[in-house]
């Protein structure tokens, strides 16, 4: 029997995770709270692989059997064969430790529990369970199918052998893995995080536009996205709890979230997602 590859969570990330899981060769279970967002999930999933069909990078065959790997489930006890479970919910430490709780009590002794947190502490997640030791951080980036990196993050309690079977598994899934200890934003969000911010400063004190900001670190810097862009793709509540873990968890005032990054957030504004952030976009049907 194939082993089964276990994602909970069929958002963005997590659906991007099974994706890439499923053209590995495995076996996957995404699991969220309803079929309308597990439906939503398979859409993202099927849109992503024709592209590569049409594009000629993959046979309709071969997207057929990828999707065919994928089963989806509203039911938390369907994951309880799987070897390794893919935590990829939203970016809550409540919410996480949640579902940390409930998958040590479904899964078998032997699984590993990951999380795809951008942020939360790995170490927080593994004391909620009975095996801290088999609690890693895989932080994939957005999108999963693309972007190569995964991000791995050891836990206070994260043994060798479970880092040495991400590791493992992070090449298999086609990525690189990258290691790095339990701190606040970990490398990529202590880093890119407090870039965006400091760009949003800039808007709000009206340094330069939108458009000017954008452009200077697209063109001076080489960056593919400007860092507003990249915050509404990203979407902005999570940079906004990416930005108070950062604050909390070091308590340093250089990490405080943007006024305007809040009053977005408040607004509703939350970028692509939702049709408009720094940005306008056209809405999701």
Same mark, same amino acid.
């Given at each position: 029997m194939a082993e089964i590859f276990g994602v909970v969570g069929a958002g963005t990330m997590g659906?991007?995770?099974a994706q890439v899981a499923a053209r590995a060769g495995f076996q996957v279970v995404m699991r969220d709270v309803g079929e309308e967002f597990l439906a939503r999930g398979m859409k993202a999933i099927d849109k992503s692989l024709q592209r590569d069909v049409d594009k000629e990078r993959l046979s309709a065959g071969e997207k057929q059997a990828?999707?065919?790997r994928i089963r989806t489930t509203a039911d938390l006890r369907e994951l309880r064969d799987a070897f390794l479970i893919v935590e990829a919910v939203t970016e809550n430490l409540q919410v996480k430790t949640d579902v940390f709780k409930a998958l040590d009590?479904?899964?078998g002794a032997e699984a590993i529990l990951a999380s795809n947190t951008s942020s939360i502490s790995i170490t927080q997640l593994g004391a909620v369970t009975r095996? =801290?030791?088999k609690v890693i951080g895989m932080h994939f980036m957005n999108p999963v199918p693309v972007m190569k990196l995964v991000e791995i993050i050891r836990g206070a309690a994260t043994s060798d052998q479970t880092y040495r079977q991400i590791h493992e598994l992070t090449e298999k899934l086609g990525k690189v893995p990258l290691e790095c200890n339990d701190s606040p934003g970990f490398i990529s969000n202590r880093v890119l995080m407090p870039m965006i911010n400091e760009a949003i400063f800039a808007l709000y004190e009206g340094v330069a536009s939108r458009e000017s900001i954008?452009?200077?670190m697209k063109l001076g810097m080489n960056h593919p996205m400007g860092p507003l862009t990249l915050a509404d793709f990203i979407g902005l509540d999570v940079c906004l709890a990416i930005m108070n873990v950062l604050h909390d968890g070091f308590g340093d005032s250089k990490y405080r979230p943007c =006024?305007?990054?809040?009053?977005?957030?408040?607004?509703?504004?939350?970028?692509?997602?939702?049709g408009r952030g720094?940005?306008?976009?056209?809405?999701r049907s």
């Open positions: 659906n991007g995770i990828i999707v065919e009590q479904i899964a095996r =801290p030791d954008d452009g200077i =006024p305007l990054l809040k009053r977005y957030v408040d607004a509703g504004w939350l970028g692509k997602k939702s720094f940005y306008e976009y056209e809405k």
